[in-house]
């Protein structure tokens, strides 16, 4: 029986559940005076019954749905054909898995005829099972809606016992975000203790010589490539740490300066929306446009200049970064320039400065440190950037300051780790999530330390 | 002794008012000037994808006559109008009669002028109507990417000599490319279609929202309405503000870790890449919750409680309802953000080459910018346009996402 066929009658009973005890809670509503009046509302004695039918099932079906390949693989192991399995685990489990196959109809035929021969045990286990499962579960709903069914009384609170489990809901919602912390920090984490187990973290994070290709040969331990990630971290700050704020920061905090203090209120409705769609076209969009239009321009100026060129640039790709990053500082100095107090803007013009002198004598140094948290949050932005930085900048470990040479980031570094062919275990996959995690912890105390910045500035004026 | 007052018209004076005047204008202008760079930049990133990819929507037809009777195919028309066409087609040699065709009609050479996929039309008229297989039939046939680039005015001068001289004699018209909204990936850029991608995002789509929009609105209400203050309730929102600004590429390796390597779960399907974007996307739907939720006014709460609901009641009956459309807007730009995300979907390994649309979710299959990202590393030619129209498809859903957003909160938001 399918599992979603399963679910729908389990749902099934839990829905007529709700109409008898519904049905059954108004009769004593509608009994007359003198009784005693209902604790909660019909429709609460409806959910309480269709609860205990619907979640004991439910949870039953998810153990079972775990339990059940273990069970089935019991089972044809007891039969006449098992005791032919080969004792070695490896062709034990090869054989196992195609007879599985077999079983299930994903194949035609197994490579071993043993396996063809265990298959029709292990399809009559696995019927047998799946109609085990499914007349408990449904037992199980019966039960819980019986026993639920007959403790329907005027007095029962069912409506606070309801509330309770809709409490219980709602933490277990707000705990997923933790727990998917927790599991990028693990997940994080194990891989990258693996990862340092054969690398020394110092020579992770001071070695100067990135090439994990050569690390595929398990045997030559001494000359299995190199793990020195100083030139992608040098590629990633060089990327979006300077070229793409170099592009965004005078453009971004000149736009914000414009749309709040210049602009007429028509323009800015049109101009900032505007403005804000850089920020909404999706990442590998811009790192075609700029494998495509951008990169070969630089290169052209580059020749141009007579300087050493290659196609992928770090300026192309930091550059159409910049354009990305532009509304994020945009929007942070806009919203930071507009929470400096009227008066301190009225004061400056009253004694007789101009607006641009207001603006950069006054406005912008009163609203600095929410324009630098914006350019933190816009730095942590743009180093965990990946598309354009893989469509754009290349793959070239390079340790140089020429942005028209091809340099590597980390981001990009992963993707290329992990997209080729891949062996898990090999010391090349545990580099991605040991970049990963640095990446993380990066980010991390950058967007720490801006809302640290913006808190404080807050403070300052409110 | 006492200072002059400043003479405010003398000379001196009055250049170093018009210097300040002149810098207030530079100032004024650089601003406007950085608007108008950014704003231009994306004019014309819109432009170079449109002047690209609007041509990847239209496909070059040559005009092909099949002569059946004389031609290699042995198909007999009673067999075909039987049950088992299909099959009778399967074996069938189509593409070595409609290569041997097109060396007739075209000269030598000439079954490098249609497109790969080109003999499947053909198929597709036989089947439609298997008369034709007794006499001679017209098709008009997708031509290949050399040909059609020729037509396009930018291919090889041998080829754009062919073209107008076939053009000159009938043979050749532009039509809409349909394949390419109904088709999947190919090897060949004129076989290319854009719909198995396309089914691919939007199961995707459809495993995120089912997971992030009620575990995001829950928390939302569980902090806004529930939470006691306490150490525990801050670890959940410091952890929620933090997953907002964590990388995406993070979450690649968030899934790749824990639900193909741990769980097992099948690799490239759109169940596992629902799942990583949904984790993406909850943090987002939570703060949009959130802020939709604390502007719904107390006096709202205080009624409802003052006539005897219950706090469950009142949350679920009155504040959630007022606090949807806020919460819708939030959710459709988070989900737009996962739409358009590519790099955790390359780490679960969702960039495989995939020839048909996916069946359901735990089927293989890609989704739109990966299929971008995948066509922009081929070398072929014909990839380029092909690559920029799957933009603008891409860009255009997003659009469509994007003005539905404004649309609800323009229609449903209430000033308090």
Not at chain 1, 160 to 180: G, H, N, Y
Not at chain 2, 102 to 115: T, Y
Request: charged fraction near 15%.
């Amino acid at each position: 029986m399918s599992p979603l066929l399963l679910f729908l009658l389990v749902a099934g009973v839990g829905a007529v559940g709700w109409l008898a005890a519904r049905a059954r809670a108004a009769t004593f509503a509608a009994a007359g005076p003198g009784k005693v009046r209902l604790h909660s509302v019909p429709t609460y004695h409806g959910w309480y019954v269709a609860l205990w039918a619907v979640l004991p099932a439910l949870i039953f079906l998810v153990a079972w749905q775990v339990a059940e390949p273990a069970l089935v693989a019991g089972a044809a192991l007891h039969s006449p054909a098992a005791a032919e399995l080969p004792a070695d685990a490896m062709n034990r489990a090869a054989v196992l898995q195609e007879a599985r196959d077999i079983a299930a109809g994903h194949i035609q035929g197994g490579f071993n005829p043993l396996s063809t021969r265990l298959a029709p045990a292990f399809a009559s286990a696995a019927q047998r099972y799946s109609i085990m499962g499914a007349v408990l579960a449904l037992l199980l709903a019966f039960a819980g809606g019986a026993y639920a069914f007959v403790r329907i009384r005027p007095e029962l609170r069912a409506r606070t016992r309801v509330e309770r489990l809709v409490m219980l809901l709602l933490l277990v919602a707000s705990l997923i975000a933790i727990l998917t912390t927790a599991g990028i920090v693990f997940s994080l984490l194990a891989e990258s203790v693996r990862f340092f187990a054969r690398v020394s973290p110092i020579e992770f994070l001071t070695g100067l010589q990135w090439s994990p290709q050569t690390a595929m040969r398990a045997d030559q331990a001494g000359s299995s490539g190199a793990f020195g990630a100083i030139p992608l971290f040098w590629g990633t700050i060089f990327i979006g740490a300077i070229i793409a704020m170099i592009v965004a920061i005078p453009l971004g905090l000149m736009s914000a300066i414009y749309l709040t203090q210049y602009a007429h209120p028509t323009a800015r409705k049109w101009l900032k929306p505007a403005l804000e769609v850089l920020a909404g076209v999706p990442t590998v969009v811009y790192g075609y446009f700029a494998a495509l239009t951008v990169a070969p321009m630089v290169r052209q100026w580059g020749e141009a200049m007579g300087i050493a060129s290659s196609s992928e640039s770090a300026l192309a790709a930091g550059g159409v970064m910049g354009i990305m990053i532009i509304p994020f500082v945009s929007s942070m100095a806009d919203d930071s320039l507009a929470a400096v107090p009227q008066s301190m803007r009225d004061g400056s013009l009253a004694l007789g400065a101009t607006t641009s002198e207001t603006i950069a004598k006054v406005l912008v140094p009163a609203a600095l440190p929410g324009i630098v948290g914006g350019i933190l949050l816009a730095v942590s932005r743009a180093i965990g950037e990946t598309m354009i930085v893989v469509m754009a900048a290349g793959l070239a470990a390079n340790l140089t300051a020429n942005p028209f040479a091809s340099v590597t980031t980390v981001t990009a570094q992963i993707v290329q780790l992990l997209t080729g062919d891949q062996e898990f275990d090999s010391a090349k996959t545990l580099a991605a999530f040991a970049l990963g995690l640095v990446l993380f912890v990066i980010t991390l105390l950058l967007n720490i330390v801006a809302l640290r910045v913006v808190k404080k500035y807050r403070e300052a004026y409110e | 002794m006492s200072k002059a007052p400043t003479d405010w018209r003398s000379n001196a004076m009055s250049r170093r008012l018009r210097s300040r005047y002149a810098r207030e204008k530079r100032f004024k202008a650089l601003g406007l000037a950085a608007i108008a760079v950014s704003i231009g930049f994306l004019a014309f990133l819109l432009w170079t994808m449109a002047s690209n990819g609007l041509s990847g929507f239209m496909e070059t037809q040559l005009k092909l006559a099949i002569d059946f009777p004389r031609s290699s195919l042995m198909i007999d028309p009673a067999v075909l109008r039987g049950g088992n066409a299909e099959q009778a087609l399967a074996g069938a040699e189509i593409e070595g009669a409609v290569a041997s065709a097109a060396e007739a009609e075209f000269g030598p050479g000439g079954a490098r002028l249609i497109s790969d996929a080109g003999w499947l039309r053909v198929r597709e008229g036989i089947l439609k109507n298997p008369d034709i297989v007794s006499g001679r039939a017209e098709f008009w046939i997708p031509a290949s990417g050399a040909f059609d680039i020729a037509a396009k005015g930018e291919g090889d001068p041998a080829t754009g000599a062919l073209y107008r001289r076939l053009d000159q004699s009938g043979q050749v018209r532009h039509g809409f490319n349909w394949s390419f909204l109904s088709g999947s990936d190919a090897t060949d850029a004129t076989a290319v279609g854009i719909w198995g991608a396309f089914k691919g995002s939007l199961l995707t789509m459809l495993v995120t929202i089912a997971l992030a929009f009620p575990v995001g609105v829950l928390s939302a209400v569980y902090l806004e309405e529930f939470a006691p203050r306490n150490r525990w309730t801050e670890i959940i929102e410091v952890s929620i503000n933090n997953l907002a600004a964590v990388p995406s590429i993070i979450f690649g390796l968030l899934g790749l870790a824990v639900f193909l390597n741990f769980m097992h779960l099948p690799r490239s399907a759109p169940l596992v890449g629902g799942l990583t974007l949904a984790l993406m996307t909850m943090p987002v739907i939570v703060i949009a919750g959130r802020n939709a939720i604390k502007a719904v006014p107390p006096s709202i709460r205080d009624a409802a409680l003052g006539v005897g609901a219950s706090r469950v009641q009142t949350v679920f009956h009155h504040v959630l309802p007022l606090a949807l459309p806020g919460i819708l807007t939030g959710t459709i730009i988070g989900m737009a953000r996962a739409l358009g995300e590519t790099a955790p979907l390359l780490m679960i390994g969702m960039r495989a080459f995939i020839a048909t649309p996916p069946g359901g979710i735990t089927d293989p299959a890609t989704v739109l910018p990966v299929q971008v990202f995948l066509w922009s590393d081929e070398v072929s030619r014909g990839f380029v346009e092909k690559t920029s129209a799957a933009i603008i498809v891409l860009l255009a859903f997003l659009m469509a996402m994007n003005a539905l957003a404004i649309y609800l909160r323009n229609k449903f938001e209430r000033r308090w």
